[in-house]
């Protein structure tokens, strides 16, 4: 069992296989983008499945993965049979824009893959082009369906709440699910690299955190109750509105206490750091050990002892000048 110092049995690897988008979404990189890490330094399919290997036979059961944008990766469903196949593995799933989904929803579920999360902020086809700078809402749609049609369920939204971007639309949001069996879940914003203007159009970025609790607020006539989710242990506080057929879920990082408490998880930057914390720059390098054939276990062993007990996002510290697209969020 992997353990932290702390007490948190971490299940749960969050992977990101690239720092490469297709979107470039107001909340996660600036207008200019950011400069690509070079291909060489990007880990290949091999050394990540190599590394959940070894992981798994640690304690590690679920896998994610991530990026960027993961499906810009070529031959994504190859690294998800590799996964898959080994036996610890219980299971593998995807965050996505969704905007590839619709030609890959089929390969990735026949790779094994077993759900997918698909981000989605508004229902405004010009918003949405707008928030993702240049994205298409309508394929977007599409790639959701195709993803059910493919057995990739229960299908997760996520959704980033932005005061005066998408604020008047959430209790429109939530209602997708009185008529879809997907989990959405509302995610407080996190200033991470994103402090300084998003461009025309957009409010002042210190003016835009909204929290879950304003939100619980537009979607109580709707008649929201606490729900119960098989099988969850993500960092969503499950709800459903009156007679919905999905449920609606919080994830709060900024305003809930213990938010971190309840953390199971560490990260892989594609680059081949393992990163113990979303936000703390703390990172462990592990691709030189794996490229020269060394054990990992012990790197893996460091990152739990060194993750932190919580992030201090309230003081707007930001984890070492990575965008969240370089994360993988
Ligand atoms: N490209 C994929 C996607 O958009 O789903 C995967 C990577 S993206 C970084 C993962 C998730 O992080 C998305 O759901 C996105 O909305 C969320 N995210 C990005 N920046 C964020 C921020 N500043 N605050 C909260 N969530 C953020
Ligand atoms: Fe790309 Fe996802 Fe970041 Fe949007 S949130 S820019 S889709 S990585």
């Given at each position: 069992m992997l353990i932290d110092s702390f007490g948190r049995q971490i299940t749960?690897?969050?992977?990101?296989?690239?720092d490469r988008c297709n979107f470039r979404c107001v909340y996660c990189m600036p207008p200019?983008?950011?400069p690509y890490v070079p291909h060489e330094r990007i880990m290949r399919y091999e050394e990540i499945a190599a590394l959940v290997a070894v992981a798994a036979r640690l304690g590690i059961r679920k896998v994610r993965i991530t990026?960027?944008?993961?499906?810009?990766?070529?031959?994504?469903?190859?690294?998800?049979?590799?996964?898959?196949?080994?036996?610890e593995i219980?299971?593998?799933?995807?965050?996505t824009n969704g905007i590839l989904l619709e030609k890959y929803a089929g390969a990735l579920a026949q790779a094994g893959l077993k759900r997918v999360n698909v981000s989605l902020d508004t229902l405004n086809a010009e918003k949405f082009t707008k928030i993702t700078r240049g994205g298409n809402?309508?394929?977007?749609?599409?790639?959701?369906?195709?993803?059910?049609?493919?057995?990739?369920?229960?299908?997760?939204?996520?959704?980033?709440?932005?005061?005066g971007i998408n604020d008047d639309e959430l209790v429109d949001l939530a209602k997708?699910?009185?008529?879809?069996?997907?989990?959405?879940?509302?995610?407080e914003l996190m200033p991470i690299e994103n402090q300084q203007s998003w461009g025309e159009g957009f409010p002042p970025p210190e003016q835009i955190f909204m929290p879950v609790s304003e939100v619980m607020a537009l979607l109580q006539p709707l008649g929201l109750?606490?729900?119960?989710?098989?099988?969850?242990?993500g960092p969503a506080r499950p709800y459903?509105?009156?007679?919905?057929?999905?449920?609606?879920?919080?994830?709060?990082?900024?305003?809930?206490?213990?938010f971190c408490q309840r953390c199971n998880r560490i990260r892989l930057t594609a680059d081949g750091h393992l990163r113990p914390c979303l936000m703390s720059g703390l990172e462990i390098p592990v691709l030189p050990a794996l490229r020269a054939g060394k054990p990992i276990e012990s790197l893996l062993e460091e990152a739990l002892q060194k993750k932190p007990a919580g992030h201090q996002l309230a003081s707007h510290i930001s984890p070492n000048g990575r965008c969240m697209i370089q994360i993988g969020g």
């Open positions: 749960y690897l969050r992977i990101s296989v690239t200019q983008g950011v990026g960027g944008e993961p499906l810009v990766r070529a031959d994504l469903p190859r690294l998800v049979q590799m996964i898959s196949a080994i036996e219980e299971d593998i799933s995807l965050t809402l309508e394929n977007v749609l599409r790639g959701i369906a195709a993803a059910e049609v493919c057995g990739l369920t229960p299908i997760k939204i996520n959704t980033v709440i932005m005061r997708l699910t009185l008529k879809h069996t997907w989990n959405l879940r509302f995610i109750e606490p729900a119960i989710l098989e099988n969850d242990s459903r509105l009156k007679g919905g057929m999905g449920t609606v879920g919080f994830i709060s990082p900024l305003t809930e206490q213990h």
